[in-house]
């Protein structure tokens, strides 16, 4: 996709622009902060898509991390507990 082909929002029909944003995603009680990240955003409406390409670097990137979050981590299932065990993690994007 050129600078000058944007998607059009399926919201409300608006031509959508590049930005950087914030991803935030949660899995198994770790969240992951990907700052920077090119997103199409609605002008109009504030609706986000992220690029197929991006989705999958962030989705090989969440499982890279959260493995080594969970060996990091790593407590005898014995005296685990979901609520108590987070990790807060901000990276950026590149």
């Known amino acids: 996709m050129s600078k000058k082909e944007h998607l059009i929002c399926s919201q409300c029909k608006t031509q959508m622009e590049m930005k950087k944003t914030t991803v935030d ?5 770790i969240l992951i902060k990907f700052r920077d990240v090119p997103t199409e955003v609605c002008p109009s409406c504030g609706a986000e898509y992220l690029p197929a390409s991006v989705a999958k670097d962030i989705n090989r990137e969440m499982g890279q ?6 060996k990091a981590l790593s407590i005898p299932k014995e005296v685990t507990h979901p609520k108590l065990y987070k990790a807060d993690l901000e990276l950026v994007y590149a």
């Open 65 to 70: 991390i959260k493995k080594a979050v969970q």
């Open 25 to 29: 995603l949660e899995d198994e009680n």
